[in-house]
């Protein structure tokens, strides 16, 4: 009986399991074999994870092409920052910080929440009358809140150090750090997607009139949703500020935009698995050709510096998927194992139908 | 007399902002697709025009008509390699795609010539003042004024009277009926990034005539002038675009003037606040359309 019962277990919640089980070998792995070097690229590839997650969770249920998460990111970034740093730090970083800043001092994961809460809080406070928009309009309304959160990140001096760099971040972001949030928010995400409001959000995203027609709120639950993933690209902002420790407000802008964006569409915007796959595939090929730009430049291969090589290959790769694949590698299904319904307990306890 | 230059300068301004936005929304009234690749095609005719200015002896105008030819053939190749295959799957998948594309040409860009600002050599002309009615004007903004206005001027008469034009403003009404009506919709469509890659070329010879230096990121500034300027006009018309960039050419040096400085700063988010309210409250921008069609695939 208890073999049938971990059986069902198993089976409910395989995609977690498929997904967190290799994540945590490859963090392992990293931990005993490789140099520092690797750890951090490893460390920062599931910082990453992170905000492809969040975007996920509003862009992949929805439907609705998201730019504003890097800027969810930036926010939770320095406000995580600004809470860890200690006031001597804080007063060298940023001369011209506010008297009631540069006192206040948290522990380092209750600054990750608080960057977590403000980035969904500044989410909560703009976002309702967006949520009516689809399309076009909707694509254009996030890039414009992209460019605003830009712009004031840049010019508010007394709180960000305006364009110049942020400095003395304690580097607190370990290996171990960043994969256990990749773990917890890819268990957020899959939980969401897999909740009530989940499934009334993809619902309006296979037909809007139709979802609407059954009595779904769309703009609310767009709008939950929305929150809800600017807090995880938050939480991941918090994480990047403390593995990066020092960065300018253009570490959360149309570079990092296109970034995310190719790590969720190769992968598959529409499950947790394509995003979780996308983010480590692209992260693996970046890495493979910028090791290739950085030989390149430092033996003098070519009589000229290469640079953007990486940029150009990543292009490239995004529009060939769009192109071959539009619904990335995964497309709308996720990993999932199921066992052989061999046993009638098993079926029993399992009687619950897959959802997709 | 201080007012009379301002206004040559707004209007000078407004007439560039009406061409960039008029770009962008050739492509948009028809496919729907926001070309976030538009400002890189105006970085390929700064590139053009630095290349030619550097390594040839060719004069400044010859250099000039390769800038717009070369921006009007980049347009076409995106169209062809990329856009095409993507256009019959989601908006989303679209968009992406266009910014993808704008990724790929600014790295180009970086490898092929080089991430630090060029200088582009300009014709005498942009740097000379005149002086009229002892208004005092620079040359450019004259020359900004009157090669708009002529490219409007032009631009009216192929979309009234060719056949081109007609049926570049049919498919922008109602594409799907325009197809069923025997216009082959591939032809229609690249005569439409071709056009939106001449009026690329064409601003950016007046846009690099502003700092006299090219970067790869150059075309940022117009991409984000023609978002602002389409979403005040009204996105579906054509009409709308121009009357929405020269709103903004004139909302823009007011502000400019009147706004502290302290505010200033932000500009820039006031602009895209203001697109945000125009779209929640207008979303159909100053200039109404008869005909508001949702997308076809």
């Not at chain 1, 600004?82 to 994961?109: D, G, R």
């Not at chain 2, 998948?93 to 790929?104: D, G, H, N, R, W």
């Not at chain 2, 620079?138 to 009216?156: E, Y």
Request: aromatic share 10%; with cysteine; hydrophobic share 55%.
């Amino acid at each position: 009986m208890k073999r049938a019962r971990l059986i069902a277990w198993l089976s409910r919640y395989s995609t977690i399991v498929i997904l967190a089980v290799p994540i945590l070998l490859v963090a392992a792995f990293t931990e005993l074999i490789a140099g520092t070097l690797l750890i951090r690229l490893v460390t920062a590839m599931f910082v990453s994870m992170i905000i492809v997650l969040g975007m996920q969770v509003f862009m992949g249920n929805s439907g609705i092409l998201a730019w504003a998460h890097v800027g969810f990111m930036g926010i939770g970034a320095y406000v995580a920052a600004l809470c860890s740093m200690t006031p001597h730090i804080k007063e060298i970083a940023i001369p011209q910080v506010y008297p009631f800043l540069l006192n206040l001092q948290l522990p380092f994961w209750l600054s990750l929440l608080v960057g977590s809460a403000i980035a969904a809080l500044v989410a909560a406070v703009i976002s309702y009358p967006l949520m009516r928009l689809s399309d076009a309009a909707a694509a254009i309304t996030s890039f414009a809140l992209l460019i605003i959160i830009h712009a004031v990140l840049v010019h508010w001096d007394r709180v960000t150090n305006g364009p110049r760099t942020l400095f003395g971040i304690e580097e607190y972001t370990t290996l171990w750090i960043s994969v256990s949030g990749a773990i917890l928010m890819l268990i957020l995400a899959y939980f969401f997607k897999e909740s009530s409001l989940g499934l009334r959000l993809r619902a309006s995203r296979e037909d809007y009139h139709a979802a609407s027609a059954m009595g779904i709120n769309i703009t609310q639950v767009r709008y939950l949703s929305f929150v809800v993933s600017a807090a995880i690209a938050g939480f991941g902002g918090g994480l990047f500020a403390h593995y990066i420790t020092s960065f300018t407000p253009d570490a959360f802008y149309l570079i990092e935009t296109f970034n995310v964006l190719a790590m969720l569409v190769v992968g598959g915007p529409l499950g947790i698995s394509g995003a979780v796959i996308g983010t480590i595939l692209v992260t693996v090929a970046r890495e493979g050709v910028r090791a290739v730009e950085n030989t390149i430049n430092l033996n003098h291969l070519l009589p000229f510096e290469v640079i953007g090589l990486t940029e150009v290959f990543l292009a490239t790769v995004l529009i060939l998927s769009l192109i071959l694949r539009p619904q990335g590698i995964m497309g709308s299904r996720e990993l999932r194992w199921k066992p052989k319904q061999s046993s009638g307990e098993a079926n029993e306890l399992d009687a619950q139908p897959a959802s997709e | 007399m201080i007012v009379f230059e301002f206004i040559i300068n707004a209007i000078s301004v407004g007439s560039l902002y009406a061409l960039i936005a008029l770009g962008l929304v050739i492509i948009y009234g028809i496919l729907k697709m926001v070309n976030f690749a538009y400002g890189e095609l105006i970085m390929v005719g700064g590139y053009l025009l630095y290349l030619v200015g550097a390594n040839t002896n060719i004069p400044w105008l010859i250099a000039a008509v390769i800038a717009v030819v070369g921006a009007m053939v980049v347009s076409y190749l995106t169209e062809l390699v990329a856009f095409r295959k993507v256009r019959e799957k989601s908006l989303t998948a679209l968009l992406i795609t266009t910014f993808a594309v704008s990724t790929l040409l600014q790295n180009s860009a970086l490898i092929i010539i080089s991430p630090r600002a060029k200088a582009v050599a300009l014709p005498q002309i942009f740097s000379t003042t005149i002086t009229i009615f002892n208004i005092t004007t620079s040359m450019r903004n004259i020359l900004t004024i009157v090669v708009s206005i002529a490219m409007l001027v032009g631009l009216t008469f192929l979309f009234r009277n060719t056949i081109l034009g007609i049926a570049l403003r049919a498919a922008a009404d109602d594409f799907q009926m325009t197809r069923m009506l025997g216009v082959p919709a591939n032809l229609v469509i690249s005569s439409a990034f071709v056009l939106s890659g001449a009026i690329a070329g064409v601003v950016s010879l007046f846009w690099i005539g502003r700092t006299a230096s090219v970067t790869p990121t150059i075309g940022l500034g117009p991409l984000l002038i023609a978002f602002v300027a389409t979403v005040i006009g009204g996105m579906r018309s054509l009409v709308g675009a121009v009357v929405g960039g020269f709103v903004y050419g004139l909302i823009f040096s007011f502000i400019g003037v009147l706004l502290p400085q302290v505010l200033l700063d932000y500009r820039e988010a006031f602009m895209f606040l203001i697109v945000i309210l125009i779209l929640l409250l207008r979303p159909e921008g100053l200039v109404r359309v008869k005909y508001a069609q949702e997308r076809v695939g």
